[in-house]
């Protein structure tokens, strides 16, 4: 069943082919036979996930449901599950259990899907490698010595492997879409504003945002669809009507203008993965796409402008955490300065650290106009660009990565090797636009992804290209050979 997409799934749920229980422990299974090689998971809800299987099937035998009820998926491990540990890979939190269920979680939830854990993160979502988490590195089922991509790369490497057939992430500067593409699936990530962050653990409250990971891009409507809305709970919520996703799948690309950045194709770039990118530019010339070169000319500014006020909103957003109110606290302090000092410094990573500290530099007395106004108004600058790209192209189209994955502990030690991998997925947070990463090749053996952009709350736009690319091409069916 593990080879079956989610439109599948339903249906056989549906056609009485299997039931939820069966379904979902199937998955349970094969986390449990798998995992070991992985470490995507970091809890399972097994008791929970096999209650709410039953309570699925007594739904789909009255006939009733959602077109997503008794499926099966994991939530990356910054979501708030209500009675679960939600650790956000941190040894922070890793005795903080949720009293409430994020709006994601409790949307999907009330579609009838069924959890069966959390997933591995980076800690509190920083890091392009999921080598940050307290709970250690995840790695990547096309080659275990590998990186699956950070900071969703539980979720990606657990749907990649076929551990479950849908899990949630969140990006911040490529978070869904680097990682779909190392690890060979569909992830998007959808206008700012479009899905819910209440419950979402904070990393930078400004470029944070909720999507999917999925096999294709059919799947991935069904569950957006679920998740997207208005939350009164959210203060960065829209209110704003959520198309029929799936309606609008079948949407011809015959005539639509897609623009390819000069900017994305320059030095750093590796050639085969070019070549990869060169094949399905081709492939949406076959199926009647006009194609043209655009520029965006202040792109090579993002990863700059993203290091000042991504670490700054998170030096703002993790204060709270201060061994006083919940989470780890140091042992025996001798006074409040020691608790408050050695309950964060020995609770949160070196890579949180590094980032607490340059936030709150850049937020400090005599260089806040210096570093964090100055890049607000370069983040102005780069979404101009696309706002004048979008007047002459309905999508941009480029690479996702500047090269497929690589190994483990390789850049650890190098930040700002590190920092660099999201070079081509940053511009898309600073604007707040609508973007994913669909499979579209091999280098060396190894996935790599197409990544695609649209005009703001154009997801349907997105998600119809990436279907029609996906209907003459077979990426995304292909599985990392031992967890076929």
């Not at 199926?287 to 703002?316: D, F, K, M, Q």
Request: hydrophobic letters at 40%.
């Amino acid at each position: 069943m593990h080879d079956k997409s989610l439109r599948e799934l339903a249906t056989g749920l549906r056609n009485r082919e299997f039931s939820s229980s069966e379904l979902t422990r199937h998955f349970l299974d094969r986390i449990g036979q798998h995992d070991s090689s992985l470490n995507s998971f970091v809890t399972l809800c097994e008791a929970e996930a096999m209650k709410s299987a039953e309570a699925a099937d007594r739904l789909l035998a009255e006939g009733d449901g959602h077109v997503l009820t008794g499926l099966p998926l994991a939530h990356k491990d910054i979501f708030c599950t209500r009675g679960v540990k939600t650790a956000c890979g941190s040894k922070m939190l890793d005795n903080f259990i949720a009293p409430y269920d994020a709006t994601v979680v409790e949307k999907l939830s009330a579609a009838g899907m069924v959890t069966l854990g959390k997933t591995n993160m980076d800690e509190f979502a920083m890091g392009s490698s999921n080598e940050t988490s307290f709970y250690g590195p995840v790695r990547n089922p096309w080659d275990t010595d590998l990186v699956p991509g950070g900071s969703s790369g539980g979720s990606a490497a657990a749907v990649a492997a076929g551990l479950v057939p849908v899990a949630t992430g969140t990006d911040t500067g490529g978070s869904i879409r680097q990682p779909a593409a190392l690890c060979g699936v569909t992830g998007i990530k959808p206008t700012y504003g479009r899905v819910s962050r209440w419950g979402m653990i904070a990393f930078a409250s400004s470029l944070d945002q909720a999507g999917v990971f999925t096999r294709s891009a059919e799947d991935a409507a069904l569950v957006l669809q679920a998740m997207a809305g208005f939350d009164e709970r959210d203060s960065t919520s829209l209110d704003r009507e959520v198309p029929d996703y799936a309606a609008d799948l079948s949407a011809s690309v015959e005539g639509l203008k897609i623009g390819l950045p000069s900017e994305y194709f320059s030095a750093g770039l590796d050639d085969t993965l070019r070549d990869v990118v060169d094949q399905a530019i081709k492939e949406f010339e076959r199926l009647g796409a006009e194609v043209r070169e655009i520029s965006l000319p202040n792109s090579g500014l993002a990863v700059a402008t993203y290091y000042v006020v991504a670490p700054a909103e998170a030096s703002s957003n993790l204060s709270r955490f201060d061994g006083v109110r919940y989470g780890y606290r140091a042992d025996n302090p001798v006074d409040l300065e020691d608790l408050y000092k050695r309950s964060r410094g020995e609770g949160f990573g070196r890579e949180v650290q590094r980032r607490i500290m340059i936030g709150t530099y850049v937020l400090s007395a005599g260089y806040f106009d210096a570093y964090y106004l100055k890049a607000q108004k370069v983040r102005q600058l780069i979404s101009d660009d696309f706002r004048k790209a979008f007047e002459s192209v309905d999508l941009i189209l480029g690479p996702a990565t500047q090269g497929p994955a690589f190994r483990l502990g390789d850049k650890l030690d190098d930040p700002v090797s590190m920092y660099l991998n999201d070079i081509y997925t940053i511009p898309a947070n600073l604007a707040g636009l609508p973007g994913m990463s669909v499979p579209a090749g091999f280098v060396n053996g190894l996935p790599v992804g197409l990544q695609l952009i649209a005009p703001w709350f154009a997801e349907g736009r997105l998600l119809s290209a990436a279907h029609q690319y996906q209907q003459v091409t077979d990426w995304h069916r292909r599985v990392p050979g031992d967890f076929s």
